[in-house]
C-alpha cells in the first residue's frame, strides 16, 4: 500500500473512531417534518413543493412529538413550540416560556401548568392548567388549589394520567416533619375534587402511580 493511501486509511479510521466523521442521523416523525442530528446538534428541516428540504430558522433541541399528520410539538431553546404544515417557524405552545408544557400525544394536545400562589415554603399552592389543542386553542382553562394554607402540591405540574387523559394532582402537608397525609386533586366537570391516600403512605411514595391506581380504581401513569 502506497504511503499516501496508507495516512487516507489511518485518518479515516481515527475519524470513526473518535467522531464518526461529523455523521449525521435523519428522522422523520411526520412526512413533512424532519430532524437532523449532527454529532449532537440538531436541526428541523420541513419538505416544500413536495420534495425539498427546508431548514427551520429553529433553535433545536431535537425532541419531536406528532399531535396529528398536520401538527407537531418541537423543543426548542426558546421552550416547547406547535409547528403546523406549511408553518416557517413555531409558535411557543403555552404562549410564554415561563409556562411548563407536557405533551400529551394521545389526546393530540399540550398541558400547561402555571403557578398562581405558593405556600410559605415556595412551593405551588395555586396552578393554572389550560389544555391546548394542536392550532393553539385552548380547550380547557382551570384553576387548581391546595386543600388549605397548610398545604401544598407536590408538583408543579399534574402528576399523573389516566386513560382518558385526565391529570391528577398530588397534594401534601407543607410541614415535611409531619405526616405527609397526601392526596389526589383533579377536575371533574368544573369542580375540584380529592380523594386522601391511604394513611399508611409515606411522603417518598406520595408519586408512585400503585398506590393511588388502587385507590381510584383505574391505572394511573406519570406525568
Request: proline share 4%; with cysteine; charged share 20%.
Given at each position: 500500500m502506497k504511503t499516501r493511501q496508507r495516512i487516507a486509511v489511518s485518518t479515516l479510521a481515527l475519524c470513526l473512531a473518535l467522531s464518526g466523521c461529523g455523521e449525521v442521523i435523519e428522522t422523520d416523525p411526520l412526512p413533512w417534518l424532519r430532524v437532523k442530528n449532527?454529532?449532537?446538534a440538531h436541526e428541523y428541516y420541513v419538505k416544500r413543493f413536495g420534495f425539498v428540504w427546508v431548514k427551520l430558522e429553529e433553535a433545536a433541541t431535537g425532541t419531536v412529538i406528532a399531535l396529528d399528520p398536520n401538527t407537531a410539538a418541537i423543543s426548542?431553546?426558546?421552550g416547547l413550540k406547535l409547528l403546523s404544515r406549511g408553518a416557517d417557524q413555531g409558535i411557543l405552545a403555552c404562549g410564554s416560556s415561563r409556562s411548563l408544557a407536557f405533551v400529551v400525544p394521545q389526546a393530540g394536545v399540550v398541558?400547561?401548568?402555571?403557578?398562581?400562589?405558593?405556600?410559605?415554603?415556595q412551593v405551588a399552592s395555586q396552578i393554572r392548567w389550560r389544555r391546548i389543542s394542536g392550532a393553539g386553542e385552548?380547550?380547557?382553562?382551570?384553576?387548581?388549589s391546595a386543600e388549605n394554607a397548610s398545604r401544598?402540591?407536590?408538583?408543579?405540574t399534574a402528576s399523573f394520567?389516566?386513560?382518558?387523559?385526565?391529570?391528577?394532582?398530588?397534594?401534601?402537608?407543607a410541614d415535611a416533619s409531619a405526616p405527609a397525609e397526601c392526596a389526589l386533586v383533579w377536575i371533574a366537570g368544573g369542580e375540584t375534587r380529592s380523594v386522601a391516600a391511604p394513611p399508611d403512605l409515606a411522603r417518598g411514595q406520595c408519586l408512585d402511580t400503585?398506590?393511588?391506581s388502587g385507590v381510584m380504581k383505574r391505572a394511573?401513569?406519570?406525568?
Open positions: 449532527k454529532s449532537g426548542t431553546a426558546q398541558d400547561c401548568f402555571d403557578v398562581l400562589g405558593a405556600s410559605a415554603a385552548a380547550l380547557v382553562v382551570e384553576k387548581i401544598h402540591f407536590a408538583r408543579a394520567y389516566d386513560a382518558g387523559h385526565q391529570p391528577y394532582f398530588v397534594t401534601m402537608n400503585m398506590p393511588w394511573l401513569r406519570k406525568a
